[in-house]
């Protein structure tokens, strides 16, 4: 059986069992057995659990469970409030204030979570029915929210890029702080695009007129520990992703005891939390390497460049086929349980084409976030639905086009201005 037809019988058999509704992980867990069986038989299990404790073991995985565990102190003991309350009162007198508030807001909690899902569902709860109150659009409001929310996966610490440095072999500090341009370049676009539509406008008003600047910048002091134990110790090439990962749920923990909100209630339910998380990652993972070792072994990595190289694509339109599929795709299945399918297959690809590993696998991870609020299947709409409930699927739906239509555009600046992507990592080499 040539490599080709184990491939896409592969892919197909992937696709039939996700589409089941199994779990990303238990999808993954039988095609690796089937495959073992098919292509090397029993004595093949030993590099079954080789590949796991190997991934198990890796120093990557600690820095996905602890950035996971960053994110859940910082949530569940409810300091983001305090941050929201200050920089409603920082913006100042707008226009469409909150439009620019959700859009503050989003980044900066893109910068403390990493998870666009865990966003959206909390400016659903908190922003939005504000937003409603005050006379803003409805449909608006919601495009605001999801482009909002998914800065998050790009804007560092980010869970996906963490994944996809381990998958790919790319230096994850540098996939990590190459989302900080890119990051601010999209919320400078939404911001734009809100501006830009026209349509009515509510007046400018403040939440919190009597609370003082100087208070309000004082509220937002705290979380600049955070920040600074996370991205300014891999900018100042002091620490490593792991390390910082480490000294982030420390200034975490800081965080919420100067907000008197640090419990053993609260720490015992997001380690329980973040170990749930980081274990299923963690499975899902050692499944895509042994995924990838399986393609190697079929021939079917070898034979994709191959063919690529016969059918004399330049590396435009190489690359213009390799976005196009995840974007399409994602329409329609778990973004994620496409990166790790995916991923595997594009790396000799893209090694082959000669492109810069951190400028492709940046936009492939835009392209992802871009595939998790695109109908019908996206994540991020799903959780936004669950925390609005005046607005209904259609509705949301509807609001999501305008953001793939931002962040369409975005990448393309992106493409056609490679340095945005690059500068950051390549200062930091």
Request: charged letters at 10%; a positive charge.
């Amino acid at each position: 059986m040539s490599w080709a037809v184990l491939l896409i019988l592969a892919i197909g058999l992937l696709l039939a069992i996700l589409f089941s509704g199994a779990r990303i992980f238990v999808g993954f867990l039988l095609l690796n057995i089937l495959g073992v069986l098919v292509l090397i038989g029993p004595r093949g299990f030993g590099m079954f659990s080789n590949s796991i404790f190997e991934t198990a073991t890796s120093p990557t995985l600690v820095t996905v469970a602890l950035f996971v565990l960053m994110g859940e102190i910082l949530f569940r003991s409810g300091t983001v409030d305090v941050l929201f309350s200050s920089i409603d009162r920082l913006i100042g007198r707008l226009r469409g204030r909150l439009y620019v508030v959700t859009i503050a807001l989003s980044t900066v909690f893109g910068a403390l979570s990493g998870s666009a899902v865990a966003v959206a569902a909390m400016l659903g709860r908190s922003v939005l029915p504000l937003m409603a109150a005050r006379g803003y659009a409805s449909r608006t409001s919601a495009t605001t929210i999801l482009a909002g929310a998914s800065l998050a996966p790009i804007i560092p610490p980010s869970l996906l890029a963490i994944i996809v440095g381990s998958l790919a072999d790319v230096s994850i500090a540098g996939l990590l702080v190459a989302g900080i341009i890119p990051g601010l370049l999209f919320a400078t676009l939404t911001l734009a695009w809100v501006y830009l539509r026209g349509g009515p406008m509510p007046e400018a008003d403040i939440t919190q007129a009597q609370t003082p600047v100087w208070r309000a910048v004082l509220a937002m002091a705290p979380f600049l520990i955070v920040v600074f134990s996370v991205m300014g110790l891999i900018l100042l090439g002091v620490a490593s992703p792991s390390e910082s990962a480490a000294t982030g749920v420390v200034g975490a923990m800081v965080v919420a005891a100067l907000f008197g909100r640090l419990n053993w209630v609260m720490l015992r339910e997001a380690v329980a939390s973040a170990v749930t998380i980081s274990v299923v990652i963690l499975i899902i993972v050692a499944s895509a390497k042994l995924f990838s070792q399986l393609l190697s072994f079929s021939g079917a990595t070898r034979g994709l460049v191959t063919l690529i190289a016969e059918l004399g694509w330049s590396p435009t339109m190489t690359f213009l086929l390799m976005m196009a599929i995840p974007f399409l795709l994602c329409m329609f299945i778990d973004q994620i349980a496409f990166m790790l399918l995916a991923i595997p297959i594009y790396q000799p690809i893209v090694a082959a084409m000669g492109f810069d590993p951190i400028w492709f696998w940046t936009i492939f991870l835009i392209n992802l976030t871009v595939g998790s609020l695109t109908p019908p299947f996206g994540y991020t709409l799903f959780a936004l639905k669950g925390a609005a409930d005046g607005m209904s699927t259609a509705q949301v739906f509807r609001a999501a086009w305008p953001v793939v239509g931002i962040f369409l555009t975005g990448m393309a600046i992106l493409w056609a201005v490679p340095d945005l992507v690059t500068a950051i990592p390549r200062a930091l080499q």
